[in-house]
């Protein structure tokens, strides 16, 4: 299996600019987890899906931060507009249920200048 | 509400050291227990983790964990550490609400 695959792995944008990430879920899996990753504040979970469908949403900071999945096999995170305290590693994890070990994409570092 | 707490943000060893990395959790009921490992400019990838039965767990390259109910601890082990071990080390815990709660991480550095 490929494992959890997110794209970008790096991305660099300006303030005010629309970002999407991508994630695609291990084949089979059906919770899907967003994480963000910086020094100050540790690994945060920003939102969890189970069966395509947003269960826990509290963790999205604000209004700029938006999250889908359409389908069992893919996901998006959008953050519009973008500020430079967006700046962080952006994690996709998947599991096959809510109670099982989760497994983790690459990341995509997100710089936003 | 769960959470956790990594007491050793920063650890620092030689090569062949012993150690053990300390993880608490704050939840009342049935936990289910979890020590991921991050290596540098990888992702997370999980160790071992604790479901039910012999609190003493084995995980990959040689840690184990022992969780011990009356401490509310899932301390991490390792007898002799290696210059490959250099990572951060993440606890997590997942009791009633099925969503893990991370600790904030302990960096820890081995020296060859």
């Known amino acids: 299996d490929a494992g959890v695959i997110q794209s970008p792995r790096h991305e660099v944008t300006e303030m005010g600019q629309e970002v999407t990430l991508r994630c695609k879920p291990i084949?089979?899996?059906?919770?899907l987890f967003w994480y963000r990753q910086t020094m100050m504040r540790g690994l945060e979970l920003l939102i969890y899906?189970?069966?395509?469908?947003?269960?826990?949403d509290s963790g999205m900071p604000e209004d700029r931060f938006s999250a889908k999945m359409p389908n069992a096999s893919f996901s998006t995170l959008k953050i519009q507009p973008s500020e430079p305290r967006d700046s962080a590693v952006y994690f996709c994890?998947?599991?096959?249920?809510?109670?099982?070990?989760?497994?983790f994409g690459p990341g995509t570092r997100l710089t936003v200048l | 509400a769960q959470s956790v707490s990594q007491h050793n943000h920063h650890v620092i060893l030689s090569e062949a050291a012993s150690l053990e990395l300390g993880c608490n959790y704050s939840?009342?009921?049935?936990?289910?227990l979890f020590w991921y490992v991050q290596y540098p400019g990888q992702h997370l990838q999980l160790l071992l983790k604790?479901?039910?039965?012999?609190?003493l767990v084995k995980g990959i390259k040689g840690f184990e964990a022992e969780f011990i109910k009356s401490k509310f601890s899932f301390n991490l082990r390792k007898p002799s550490v290696q210059w490959s071990d250099t990572a951060e080390y993440f606890c997590?815990?997942?009791?009633?609400?099925?969503?893990?709660?991370f600790g904030r991480g302990t960096s820890l550095i081995v020296h060859p």
């Open positions: 994890a998947s599991s096959t249920g809510t109670l099982d070990t989760q497994y």
């Open positions: 899906f189970n069966n395509n469908v947003p269960i826990d």
């Open positions: 084949s089979g899996h059906n919770s």
């Open positions: 604790y479901f039910s039965g012999d609190p």
């Open positions: 939840y009342g009921g049935t936990v289910n």
């Open positions: 997590a815990v997942m009791g009633g609400s099925y969503i893990p709660t």
